[in-house]
């Protein structure tokens, strides 16, 4: 029997694909690039879902691989902790009236995500309550790790929490299945490259900074520490600017990194750019100090720059932060909170006064992945944005030697994606 198998099956409720008749649309929740999501109700079981359309951005390429991968992975899933595909919906268009088709993937709604509630100002969480959620999410990741998945974009607004107290890690779409590193037959270890542009930066481990693309599932660890201690300072704790500044910011926390704390990392590609940073020493303990020295504990097992030294989830578990006073709430005795999505989070800034930080960040990132289409990695046939792009359209493309699909795939997942639901009171109405 598989790890898979080993989770109650009752959780598996993907059953194939349904009609738009079958749902009423209700409120919308987030809109973008890609479409829009909107709060829903099955009619015929009345539960409350998040239909989320998928964009088609070039109907002669087909259906998005990155959507692809996303439905595929969480159709193989199946735990409390990672929110599950409940259905597909397919409005097949018309071609007489030349209405296009549209696909929506199915999930259960929640009320609020966790970067929503962190930026709410009437809200505060004891420490019970966040090892509440600090549990769950490593069970989630655990999980994911145990079944070979990477997250790869592991941030406070991909965690969904309901309002009886359960988080659920969301938004696959930069997911993949991953391979341990093994040896071959030459005592030589082989370990498979990946794309490094994923992560979102504020939560991007050093690793992928520097150019590794050679990664584990450590990366998603990174973020779980940029998380957790989100989770007591109620604000992003690596805001970097750019990469470098990002560098810069690691560092400050985590001290310059050497031949022992990160080995190889002058090997990286992007290690000259960091070579002219002045010496830091390590800051963590006593930025962290005043919430304990397990929490300063934890907090530096996963914040560690050596990721094959990064705790893994199951290590995280078996820390003593979760099994000394207090312990961690049970999830069904939290309070209840309005709910807390992206029009909620921008009202929150506002109060809180450190400005559109997640508006801000996102657009640096896109104009990061950008940039790497401007002269930089060329396919033989360019997104359409690209064509349309007055600056760009008299480019000469080419395929460069290493480019990958992988590369233009997370790319068109950043363009389209949103962090998060946001929360808008629009009319109701037929979802037909």
């Not at 940073?277 to 097992?301: A, C, I, N, Q």
């Not at 990958?404 to 790319?411: I, L």
């Amino acid at each position: 029997m598989s790890k898979m198998d080993t989770v109650n099956y009752k959780l598996r409720r993907f059953e194939g694909c349904s009609k738009p008749k079958d749902y009423e649309r209700l409120e919308k929740l987030g809109e973008g690039t890609f479409g829009e999501v909107h709060k829903g109700r099955k009619k015929s079981t009345h539960d409350l879902v998040a239909m989320k359309r998928i964009l088609m951005h070039n109907e002669k390429e087909g259906f998005p691989i990155t959507a692809l991968r996303e439905i595929k992975i969480l159709k193989m899933l199946s735990h409390v902790n990672v929110i599950p595909l409940m259905d597909i919906i397919v409005d097949r268009g018309d071609r007489k009236e030349r209405k296009h088709g549209s696909i929506y993937m199915v999930t259960p709604y929640m009320d609020h995500d966790l970067s929503g509630l962190l930026e709410n100002p009437k809200v505060n969480f004891s420490e019970a309550q966040i090892k509440c959620y600090m549990k769950q999410l490593l069970e989630g990741i655990s999980y994911l790790h145990q079944n070979n998945i990477m997250h790869r974009d592991m941030k406070a607004a991909n965690l969904l929490i309901n309002n009886r107290g359960i988080l659920k890690i969301a938004d696959f779409g930069l997911a993949r299945t991953f391979e341990e590193p093994f040896p071959n037959k030459d005592n030589y270890i082989i370990a498979r490259e990946y794309t490094n542009c994923v992560v979102t930066r504020w939560y991007r481990p050093p690793e992928l900074l520097l150019g590794e693309k050679k990664y584990t599932a450590a990366i998603d660890m990174w973020g779980v520490g940029c998380v957790f201690g989100e989770m007591y300072k109620q604000k992003p704790i690596l805001q970097g600017k750019s990469d470098i500044d990002q560098l810069a910011i690691i560092f400050e926390i985590c001290g310059s990194p050497t031949e022992s704390t990160m080995p190889g990392w002058q090997s990286l590609p992007r290690s000259e750019s960091i070579k002219a940073f002045r010496t830091y020493f390590r800051t963590l303990e006593d930025k962290f100090s005043e919430y304990g020295p397990r929490m300063v504990s934890l907090l530096g097992h996963l914040l560690t720059l050596d990721p094959h030294k990064r705790f893994s989830a199951l290590d995280a578990l078996n820390h003593s932060y979760f099994h000394t006073s207090p312990l961690p709430a049970d999830p069904s005795m939290l309070d209840t909170y309005d709910p807390s999505h992206e029009l909620d989070r921008r009202k929150y800034r506002e109060e809180k006064g450190y400005g559109n930080y997640l508006h801000s960040e996102s657009k640096e990132k896109s104009m990061d992945t950008k940039n790497k289409w401007e002269g930089k990695i060329y396919e033989r046939n360019p997104p359409l944005w690209i064509m349309n792009n007055q600056k760009l359209k008299n480019t000469k493309f080419r395929l460069k030697d290493n480019y990958t699909r992988e590369d233009s795939d997370s790319y068109m997942h950043h363009k389209s994606s949103f962090s998060s639901y946001s929360h808008n009171q629009d009319k109701q109405s037929n979802f037909e």
